[in-house]
Structures are given as C-alpha cells and as structure tokens.
C-alpha cells in the first residue's frame, strides 16, 4: 500500500509570493492534517480536513489555507510569504472518525523563502 | 490547555546499553498518547500508542513505553539501543478539546546512539 505522498519535497520562493503544497493520503483515507515543523516552534497543527470540510483548524494567520478533494487529497496554500514561514510541511492522513488513532506521515515539503 | 512536555533535548546512550526516553502530558480526561520517531530529511513515523488497557504499550523495531497515571507519563523505553536507533523523537497527545482531536507535541528529544 503506497504511503502518504507529498509534493513538491524542496522548494524556494521568496517573500510575497504564494505556494500550494499537495498531499496524497494512504487509499482509503479520509482524513488529512497539516503540519508545519520549525526549529523554534517545534510541530504545529494547521488543520485537518475530513469529506472535503475543514473540521479543525490551528492558531495559524488566514494566510494559511488548505483544502480536500473528493478523492481526499488535499492541498495546503500560503499567501504573502514570509521569511518566518520557512519550514517542513508535513502532511498526515488517517481513517477519520473518531480520531484516537495513529496518523500517517508524509516526507513532508521543505519550503524556504528567501 | 492540553499539553505535552519532553524534558530532555537530547539523550546520549551506549549501544547496547537500555534507553529512557522522557514524555509527560497534561489533559482533560482520558490521554491518548502517542510516540513517532522522525529520521533526518524525513517525515514521521508512528512507533506505538496507548489508549486504554495495559499500561505497558509494545510498539515497532523493539520499543515499548509504559503508561503511568499517577506520574502523567508515558516513557518510551528500549532494553537495548542500537546506533541506527539514532533520531528525534516525538512524544504527542490527541486533544480531544479540539472538535476532533489533532495532535499535540512536544519540542522532541535527540537520541544519539554511539557504538
């Protein structure tokens, strides 16, 4: 069973522009969260979609938007770059439901902005 | 505010020698805990959780963490460590005062294993 793929792996812009990060969950999965994983800040939730609706949502500015297909992928958006948004992005996917469950992990995207 | 705490920012052990891995959490209710190990470059992989029952949890490539109410942590724990067990690992908790319980996790722990 193929895991949970992310893309682009590395990429670079600089301050102002935009990104989209894409996820693939493991077949069957229903549910994606994002991560953002920095040196300072450690693991950060951003937010987890389940059936194409966000049903949680971390403490991060409006600049940081996602969304899920109807085949669950999902993408992650970032507008207006920052310098301070350089990070891994990591993207987990899991069944959905009632969530006492393990998440899967992505390699994530290392995103750096210059 | 449901927490996880990882009081260690680096863990230094012989090979072959057992390995301590430090987590406690603070929540609401009931913890479901979770332990992951995350290679350099790479994403995160899912060694073993606790959600209920035995207090001594066996998970992937040999590790075991035991659940301790009275103390609030879940310790991961390996008899003997091995250098490719070398990596940063992450203590996390479900938080289920979120409408669906995201994880919450602590700054991680560097275990460096020497031959």
């Known amino acids: 069973k193929a895991g949970v793929t992310q893309t682009p792996r590395y990429l670079i812009k600089t301050r102002g522009q935009q990104v989209t990060l894409s996820c693939s969950p493991i077949s069957g999965h229903r549910s994606v969260s994002w991560y953002q994983q920095t040196p300072g800040q450690g693991l950060q939730f951003l937010f987890e979609?389940?059936?194409?609706?966000?049903?949680n949502k971390g403490n991060f500015p409006g600049r940081f938007s996602g969304r899920q297909f109807s085949n669950s992928r999902s993408e992650m958006n970032v507008s207006t770059l920052e310098l301070g948004d350089s990070a891994l992005y990591l993207c987990a996917s899991s069944f959905g439901g009632p969530n006492t469950g393990e998440l899967f992990f992505g390699e994530g995207s290392r995103l750096t902005v210059l | 505010a449901q927490s996880v705490a990882q009081p260690e920012d680096q863990v230094n052990v012989a090979e072959g020698n057992p390995l301590t891995v430090k987590c406690t959490y603070s929540v609401s209710g009931n913890p479901y805990l979770f332990w992951y190990v995350q290679y350099p470059n790479r994403g995160l992989q899912f060694l073993l959780k606790?959600?209920?029952?035995?207090?001594l949890v066996k998970g992937s490539y040999g590790f075991e963490a035991e659940f301790n109410k009275s103390q609030t942590s879940f310790h991961l724990k390996k008899p003997s460590a091995l250098v490719s067990d070398s990596a940063l690992y992450f203590c996390?908790?479900?938080?289920?005062?979120?409408?669906?319980?995201?994880?919450?996790f602590g700054k991680g722990t560097k275990l460096s294993v020497k031959p």
């Open positions: 606790y959600i209920t029952g035995d207090n």
């Open positions: 996390a908790v479900r938080d289920m005062l979120g409408s669906q319980g995201n994880l919450i």
């Open positions: 979609y389940f059936s194409e609706t966000q049903r």
